[in-house]
């Protein structure tokens, strides 16, 4: 019963952990979208 238990934590931790990575990994991706927007706006600015 107990090892049942411990198993269950374990897989809920290892979802939560998967869901945050994708997470960051979604921010830092509309980040670098952003930035590559500002630069194509700066160069189209300066040509």
């Known amino acids: 019963m ?3 238990r411990n198993n269950s934590a ?3 931790r290892a979802r939560c952990a ?3 990575c994708a997470t960051r990994t ?3 991706q509309l ?3 952003a ?3 500002v ?3 700066v160069l189209s ?3």
């Open 18 to 20: 998967n869901s945050l």
């Open 26 to 28: 979604l921010r830092e």
């Open 31 to 33: 980040s670098a979208d």
């Open 2 to 4: 107990d090892n049942n």
């Open 35 to 37: 930035l590559q927007m």
């Open 10 to 12: 374990n897989a809920l």
């Open 39 to 41: 630069l194509l706006e």
């Open 45 to 47: 600015a300066i040509s």
